[in-house]
């Protein structure tokens, strides 16, 4: 599928002359101003901090509606694959575009399986961060490394995509699950063959020598669920990255990687880790709800409501809903009573109400309610945004792929509009006041 260049074009007038851009339209309705020949024909480029209005490529991945609240991976509604599916069968369609039939999803997970295991020499690498070190730091550094031990694929990855691709999802699990283990000090669980992805998942975490941990089916579909909803989100600030670094010819586990760093920060997939650290700073508090809604309107004070807001939707964030009312489910089957859940309602039925957060279109984002579900179920808050990554890793690879895939890509390279000194004499050191 590709975009369509509309009859009509747009005017820009720029000194008296005016200058023709070709709009085109995307399947759903999506308007673009096409500017590639911009500064070609008139010597401007468009100037847009942050690329609030910037269009970086075109994409048949996901489909977002921030002012409908309507989120699709591959054409499908996320309330339908959130509810349905297995977090792999989504996988698989972000990889290769259409839900798998029952031969292919079984071959799919066979090869999740197959690939399980990490390289034993990368277990060694473990060893030699501090106890207390990031998760993520931890991940993105066994990421980066996967192309040292699997060249072979980085040569040419679109050749060998499904095994890459398959290899990548199946040991970001294992290394995320490790990474727990000997921050706190357990010994390593293994993968085994007969338990699903996030069964496996479970079990590497939360398995010990001395008592043999129970995958639970209820647990296992509220992972699966958290995942689905995580697993695609167009070109936010880490899709972008993978895109970016992609672009200049790196392997993917570098570009991975490099996603992966970008999703680390509280403004991004950071906000769920930091979402229960205020939620548990409000509940110390007092609850003092009016102190802290005081604090995120005041502009003058670097405190916000983390958790709320979102750069595309600007109505309650479908992902948001979803997770809502599975958090409720899972703390309800759990006999989970989590104070920091009423603080979360109490927040959010405050901030709906308040004429700050209703100006400014600010709803609870996915990161909201997530944190509160990964706690009921024992994973640390160090290791949240980490499952954020299990999660996104299949979207970013798809992005990746869509990427290679394009023949319009070209090295991504934003322009600038210099705001430094013009040009000055040198000064030879001796002359130098
Ligand atoms: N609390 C208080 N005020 C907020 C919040 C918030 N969470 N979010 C935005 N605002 C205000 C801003 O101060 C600004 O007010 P102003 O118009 O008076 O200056 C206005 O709303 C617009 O905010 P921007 O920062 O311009 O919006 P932007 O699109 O750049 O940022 C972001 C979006 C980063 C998500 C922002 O809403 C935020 O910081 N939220 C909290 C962090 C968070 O939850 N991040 C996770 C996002 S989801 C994800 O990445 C997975």
Known sequence: MTYTTTASAAELKINGKTYHLPLVEGTMGD???????????????????????TGSCTSSVTYLDGRGGILRYRGYDIEDLAKNCLFVEVAYLLLHGKLPNAAELEAFKQLIGRFAL?????????????????????????VNSLCNFYP??????????????????????????????????????????????????????????????TVRPEIVTALNKLLILHADHEQNCSTSTVRLVG?????????????????????????????????????????????????????????????????????????????????????????????????????????LHDEYFI??????????????????????????????ALGRLPGWIAQWKEMHEDPATRIGRPRQVYIGEPARKFIPLAERP
């Open 31 to 53: 308007k673009a101003i096409d500017i590639s020949n911009l500064l070609r024909e008139t010597g401007y480029i468009t100037l847009d901090s942050g690329y609030k209005n």
């Open 118 to 142: 990490i390289h034993e020499d990368m277990i060694h690498f473990f060893d030699h961060f501090p106890s207390h070190a990031s998760p993520m730091s931890i991940l993105s550094v066994m």
């Open 152 to 213: 072979e694929m980085s040569a040419n990855p679109l050749e060998d995509f499904d095994e890459t691709s398959t290899r990548l999802i199946s040991k970001i699990r294992t290394i995320a699950a490790f990474s727990y283990k000997k921050s706190i000090g357990h010994p390593l669980v293994y993968p085994r063959h007969d338990l699903c992805y996030c069964g496996n998942f479970l079990h590497m975490m939360f398995d010990k020598p001395v008592r043999p941990y």
């Open 247 to 351: 672009s200049a010819g790196v392997n993917i586990y570098a570009a991975i990687a490099a996603g992966i760093n970008a999703l680390w920060g509280p403004l991004h997939g950071g906000a769920n880790e930091a979402v229960l650290d205020m939620l548990e700073t409000i509940y110390a508090d007092d609850s003092n709800f009016e102190k802290y809604i005081n604090k995120a309107k005041d502009r003058n004070d670097p405190f916000r409501l983390t958790g709320f807001g979102h750069r595309v939707y600007k109505t309650y964030d479908p992902r948001a809903k979803i997770i809502k009312k599975a958090c409720d489910e899972i703390l309800r089957v759990l006999n989970v009573s989590d104070p920091l859940l009423d603080i979360a309602y109490k927040l959010e039925e405050i901030a």
């Open 359 to 388: 100006e400014r279109n600010l709803y609870p984002n996915v990161d909201f309610y997530s944190g509160i579900i990964y706690r009921a179920l024992g994973i640390p808050s160090n290791m949240f945004t980490v499952m954020f």
